[in-house]
């Protein structure tokens, strides 16, 4: 039998509720829920009225820098979104997100983390001279993006490295520059060209731009910034991106800049996406994008901004399904036009931690089990096929039974919340290795039709140490 690789779920991903206090601040801890990390991804919303749009902040954009999930608003800067902590976050003033009496949700997701460790290889090409080049991305002396407590190998074993050692220096060009040797943090190993040679590099809290260079040549390297925003350079797409990349627990952010043509864009999780969704940062009017293995071919797209069902757009993703280095995408504005901000978010699924997939429907109030293998602590739902309905959202800490009845829409509208009707539209069972629909209606369970489904873990069925989880 195999078991989860991931013991302990809530280190990657926690719910968390608060009730407003109309204050300036108020400190949120994920810890008092169970998790204990500092969060990549802080996703809210005011559960109790309506007009309270969603709210995503990330570490890879900024804190203070939000996006909604209701509206197709540009990303917009706010000094009432939250501030990260080591194990939560400090919301600001605002009804959106610390309304005095009201209940509030928030989800949170490690991605990277504070810590990345990440290997490019290095290769020496003949651009206009000698330059350095990583993972064979189509352009040479990039700059990069190193980002601060994280480590970062640049592997010089391929043999166009004999004689070019690569170091780092605060001046451009390093030595060649009237610079010197940069060395806090750098270790080296073996001989370029050959092995196991590597120049190794762990950024120091708040070190200074920083230029990658070659000890015995002039003019080969380029420029590294080094930021405390989370986001370090990835280069294995045709489009450079940057991001937080978590192939451990399969999630990532990823800022990229759009080039209007078809191209490719890493996302670091080191195994095909199961789930994807794209929000241009500037300019009002353009959805979510969104990608989904259950979706019924590549050429489809939904919209995590509203309730429409899948349909045809050959532009978002160019009709490709992501593999396990990149994703793809088209001519679409939305996803890819020239010199545009998008960020995305990059989800794989995690035997013991996390599931993507599809359902049918049966249209019975004994309605399908879903299998995951583990006692979820999230569930989204969405109808793919047939009539429009809207997205769903459940998690654990609203509701701590089996019955979940507690379903955030991703509208504005105020949670829908079933306990004690005589309806059970919005209603999941929680159970320890997957979750039943109770429900007859077009949101859950219309006969025959398609819903595609996340779910994230509270506990593994089965962990490494071979300890069952206990079931509820």
Known sequence: MAYTTINNPESFFTTSLWVGNGQSTQTITNSAYGG????????????????????????????????ELTTGEEEQQNAAYPSINSNGFTVGQG????????????????????????????????????????????????????????????????????????????????????????TTGVTTNGIPGQAGAYTRITVAASAPTLYYYCTQHSGMGGQANTNSLFASSNFKGSIKSAGSFGPTQGFSIVSYTGSGSNATIGHGLNTAPDFLTIKRRTSNGYSWYTYHMGLSSAVKTLYFNN??????????????APTSTVFNVGTNAGTNASGVNYMAYVWSSVKGYSKYNKYEGNGNVDGPFVYTGFKPAYVFIKKASGAVNNWGFWDNQRDPRNEAFHMMLQTSDAERDQEGG???????????????????????????????????????????????????
């Open 422 to 472: 005589n309806t059970h539209a919005s209603d999941i069972d929680i159970l320890s290795n997957g979750f039943k629909i109770k429900d007859t209606g077009n949101q859950l369970n219309t006969d025959g039709e398609r819903y595609i489904y996340g779910a994230i873990a509270d506990k593994p069925l089965v962990a490494t140490n071979n300890v069952a989880a206990t079931a509820r």
């Open 95 to 182: 009804d959106i997100i610390n309304q005095s009496g009201k209940d509030f949700v928030s989800w949170q997701w490690k991605a990277g983390g504070t810590t990345p460790s990440i290997t490019y290889n290095v290769k020496v090409v003949s651009d206009s001279g000698n330059k350095y080049r990583f993972d064979d991305f189509g352009a040479s002396a990039q700059t990069i993006d190193l980002q601060e407590g994280g480590t970062f190998t640049f592997d010089q074993s391929d043999n166009s490295n004999s004689g070019h050692p690569l170091r780092f220096s605060t001046t451009s060009n390093g030595t060649h520059g009237g610079g010197s040797e940069y």
């Open 36 to 67: 204990d990390f500092q969060p990549d991804l802080v996703w809210g919303k005011q559960r109790t009225e309506d007009s309270r749009n969603h709210w995503l902040n990330n570490a890879v954009g900024g804190f203070g820098q939000r996006l």
């Open 307 to 320: 309730n429409d069902t899948e349909a045809d757009n050959a532009t978002a993703y160019n009709s490709t």
